[in-house]
Nanobody, 121 residues
Framework: QVQLVESGGGLVQAGGSLRLSCAAS????????MGWFRQAPGKEREFVTA????????DYADSVKGRFTISRDNAKNTVNLQMNSLEPEDTALYYC??????????????WGQGTQVTVSS
């Protein structure tokens, strides 16, 4: 069992930056690939980025490529999402997820409760 807790969300102006963190419980964090997804009101949950167990593989949605960076620290059981050049379209509830593959689909075993990111224009 893995429990995930996101933090770092907030209100920021367009062009600003935020750093989200996801803390995982348990001693098996390094066994899981991690992903970030987001869901805006009235929209489906969508893939943002993912990272493999070792951190050697990352994937980004086209909409965030070049602006967002995912990283992980297996010693601290955390995965981070650095978000730069934020746009109002990035406003959403951001979720981290853990699973066996760093995939764009939602086939992750564990999900956090989400942290709200709001970008004002």
């Amino acid at each position: 069992q893995v429990q995930l807790v996101e933090s770092g969300g907030g209100l920021v102006q367009a062009g600003g930056s935020l750093r989200l963190s996801c803390a995982a419980s348990g001693r098996t964090f390094s066994m899981y690939a991690m992903g970030w997804f987001r869901q805006a009101p009235g929209k489906e949950r969508e893939f943002v980025t993912a990272i493999s167990q070792s951190g050697g593989y990352t994937d980004y949605a086209d909409s965030v490529k070049g602006r967002f960076t995912i990283s992980r620290d297996n010693a601290k059981n955390t995965v981070n999402l650095q978000m730069n050049s934020l746009e109002p379209e990035d406003t959403a509830l951001y979720y981290c997820a853990a699973g066996p593959w760093a995939t764009r689909d939602k086939r992750y075993n564990y999900w956090g409760q989400g942290t709200q990111v709001t970008v004002s224009s």
